[in-house]
């Protein structure tokens, strides 16, 4: 075996660290539609706009615990970095707020075939614009999951965009991040603050026509500034986790999401699965399936 494929080595205490960070994280995005249930009373926009407004804060913290103050004002000087950040920013704002959305209409559902979609959308990304090879294994796993939105659409009746949104959007912004040389908190960091005058101004814009419900005369208030530590806090802990385990793992672990969220879907907020949405999911789990097992081939 030649040393450009010998396999990934992380030591095992590093590697038990970093499943313990990397389990919180997903595992957090799994319950997160509980948080947004619990919101219910405030439109998904509005959210959206107390999620950039206080993860401002909570980023800030953790990055002056890290001593990493002091690299932000060379990322604000660089104009190609700013213009990527600001295209991440927009993709994840739309990644939330569909999201959130999807979650106060009652289609969680959507949400968890979106997130099971994305990495089969990121390995075609990396295949169409980074040069990466796909072995049969995975190029079977694409033409399935393709296959199983094109089943839905036709004989379902019904074209899944939000799934699809989701997937792409996020997907797209992960393609984008990894082509910019700045770290996961502080390019989380430079994400919000590029929000935060679009988020503030809506809020005031809100307040004006007195529809903000931001208001100290009851949960509200506090129940929106929790939107901040919930934002940063897993993807930070994602970040920990990152650093520390082979890719292959955490390609496998980030189906712990999707997958709470379908078991909440259908318990806790009485989603009712359709036949042809039972026979997508079906085939998009075959399709995972593929991909998984072809992560952990060895190439000869």
């Known amino acids: 075996m030649s040393a450009s494929h010998l396999p990934e080595v992380v030591d095992a205490p590093d590697a038990r660290r970093g499943f313990f960070y990397a389990l919180s994280a997903y595992s957090f995005w799994g319950f997160l539609p509980l948080y947004f249930k619990w919101a219910e009373a405030v439109p998904p926009v509005e959210i959206v706009a107390h999620r950039v407004i206080w993860a401002v804060p909570v980023a800030l913290i953790v990055i002056a ?125 430079l994400e919000v603050i590029i929000l935060l005058p679009i988020a503030l101004g809506y809020i005031a814009w809100l307040s004006l026509h007195g529809d903000n419900h931001f208001t100290f005369d009851g949960d509200n208030w506090w129940i929106l500034m929790f939107a901040g530590p919930v934002t940063a806090f897993p993807l930070i802990l994602y970040a920990f986790g990152a650093k520390l385990l082979r890719l292959a793992t955490l390609g496998i672990m980030q189906y712990i999401a999707p997958s709470i969220i379908f078991i909440l879907s259908f318990t806790l907020f009485g989603e009712i699965m359709d036949f042809w949405q039972g026979v997508t999911f079906v085939m998009i789990w075959a399709a995972l399936a593929m991909y998984s097992v072809s992560l952990f081939r060895k190439p000869k």
């Open 65 to 189: 615990a890290q001593k990493r103050i002091g690299e932000l004002k060379s990322l604000f000087a660089d104009g190609r970095i700013l213009v990527m950040m600001f295209i991440t920013a927009a993709l994840i704002s739309i990644n939330w707020g569909i999201y959130v959305w999807a979650i106060s209409v009652n289609i969680a559902s959507e949400t968890a075939l979106g997130y099971y979609i994305n990495p089969l959308i990121t390995v075609s990304l990396g295949y169409l614009f980074l040069g990466e090879k796909l072995t049969r294994l995975q190029a079977a796993a694409v033409a399935l999951a393709f296959a199983a939105v094109l089943m839905r659409t036709v004989a379902g009746g019904v074209f899944p965009w939000v799934s699809l949104t989701l997937a792409f959007s996020f997907a797209i912004y992960g393609y984008l991040r990894k082509t910019v040389p700045v770290g996961a908190t502080q390019g989380f960091l």
